[in-house]
């Protein structure tokens, strides 16, 4: 067995700890000790998963506040209920993860803080890829997700037309920017 630790970000104190079988490939022992710890209903506030790879991980219900996922791969997670409230997302990839419920309130998202009840919607899998359309509320207006490409709403119709023109996929994504728009109409918090 391969033991395995969960530490602070900011005290480096353990926060979790287990074993883990020495058949597990290395890069998934991160992974398991999470899934562990969720299972087990440990306290992981500020927990440092910087660069973690927490491929379809389930994860639901995990304590996650203030912690660091900062370049995080969590494709396909299961981060339903999970408490994720200022929680470092910064270059954590989110494509699929499954957000029912999740406390995000005030989560770093690059630079941005993401806002309101339900600030990650998604949509697909469309376009060229044939993958999921991730729109961000954030603090500093929608951030996009799509593929390679993270930025503004302005920023992506600028890519779109460089790299669809007016083809199908462009026209599929146009049509989901506008559900994207109402989301953020209806989401997005009012000023005082």
């Not at 989560?107 to 803080?113: F, I, Q, R, S, T």
Request: with cysteine.
């Amino acid at each position: 067995m391969t033991k395995i630790q969960i530490k602070h970000r900011f005290t480096d104190s353990v926060l979790f700890e287990c074993d883990a079988p020495d058949d597990l490939d290395s890069g998934l022992h991160t992974r398991y000790a999470l899934e562990k710890a969720t299972q087990a209903g440990a306290n992981l506030v500020g927990a440092n998963l910087a660069r973690a790879y927490l491929v379809g991980a389930n994860l639901v219900g995990a304590n996650l506040v203030g912690a660091n996922l900062d370049g995080a791969n969590l494709v396909g997670a299961n981060l339903a209920r999970a408490y994720l409230a200022r929680a470092n997302l910064d270059g954590a990839n989110l494509v699929g993860a499954y957000l029912a419920r999740a406390n995000l309130d005030g989560a770093n998202l690059d630079g941005a803080k993401l806002i309101g009840e339900r600030p990650v919607f998604q949509i697909g899998p469309i376009g060229s890829r044939c993958a999921y359309f991730v729109a961000y509320l954030t603090d500093k207006g929608i951030k996009l997700l799509a593929g390679c490409f993270f930025g503004s709403l302005d920023e992506f119709v600028a890519k779109l037309s460089e790299e669809h023109g007016d083809n199908e996929h462009a026209i599929e994504y146009r049509a989901a920017l506008e559900l994207i728009k109402a989301h953020s109409e209806i989401w997005t918090p009012k000023e005082g």
